[in-house]
């Protein structure tokens, strides 16, 4: 019996990179979904910045966002976030502003596409006001909530999702450019090169929460070190006035005298 290798889905930044570079289908069906637009409508989405697949990624290249060119007159950015981080709305913004710097060198500035930056995210990125999804154009103008969200996107929240490649399937049933994404996946995985970049994401995934993880429970340890010494420090200050307060009666008790 052939052993069960381990499933890589839609989560794994390597895999999502890849499948949506290998299978046009499934990236046209994935922005149509986003941009609430007619997938008929997509003459064109080319992507701008591929991977060698089964190369080793790090350095400047170890984040994995999916810049595209839809129609050839708009920018796509997608990220695909799975670990919260603190400055994630910052650093959104730069790249967003990034994938807006199109131009190149003596091209007028009307030559800039409309962009356009798209974080699929396995957190609540506002705690104050969580949403299934939102869409922001420097302000919130269009938020959702999972109620009022087409099936489509609940579709591919649901893929995403997906621990087991069993799962996966069920999922896909049905449908056609979700079950050639499935066969386009199972390809991938019998690559060991792209295998071992998927194992080698998840490793630094799990290795950013646990510096993350570690770093809290230092500012933890230190806040409350700092807090047993004012709290020494305020005691230490009281004795001292009452030492003094208690030599003042002293020295007025031998003036009286």
């Known amino acids: 019996m052939a052993e069960k290798r381990k499933f890589y889905g839609m989560k794994n930044d390597y895999m999502f990179h890849a499948v949506l570079q290998k299978n046009e289908e499934v990236l046209r069906n994935l922005l149509a979904t986003l941009l609430e637009m007619d997938e008929a409508d997509i003459v064109s989405c080319h992507i701008e910045n591929p991977i060698e697949l089964g190369k080793k990624i790090e350095g400047k290249d170890c984040i994995l966002d999916v810049k595209i060119k839809l129609n050839d007159a708009r920018i796509i950015n997608i990220e695909l976030q799975v670990y919260k981080q603190t400055y994630w709305t910052n650093r959104s913004l730069l790249y967003w502003a990034r994938a807006y710097d199109s131009i190149k060198s003596g091209q007028d500035y009307g030559m800039l596409f409309p962009t356009y930056h798209i974080g699929i995210l396995d957190f609540t990125l506002f705690e104050e006001h969580p949403k299934f999804m939102a869409k922001y154009q ?120």
């Open 138 to 257: 420097i302000l919130d103008v269009d938020a959702k909530d999972q109620s009022e969200t087409d099936k489509k996107i609940l579709k591919w929240a649901g893929i995403f999702k997906a621990e087991t490649l069993e799962e996966l399937e069920q999922l896909a049933r049905g449908e056609e450019v979700f079950e050639n994404m499935v066969v386009t996946m199972k390809k991938l995985s019998e690559d060991e090169k792209i295998r071992m970049q998927c194992e080698a994401r998840e490793d630094y995934e799990r290795c950013l929460l646990t510096e993350y993880n570690a770093g809290k429970r230092e500012g933890i340890e230190i806040e409350r070190k700092n807090t047993e010494k004012e709290r020494q420090n305020t005691e230490k200050e009281r004795r001292r006035a009452d030492e003094l307060e208690a030599e003042v009666k002293r020295l007025r008790a031998m003036l009286k005298n």
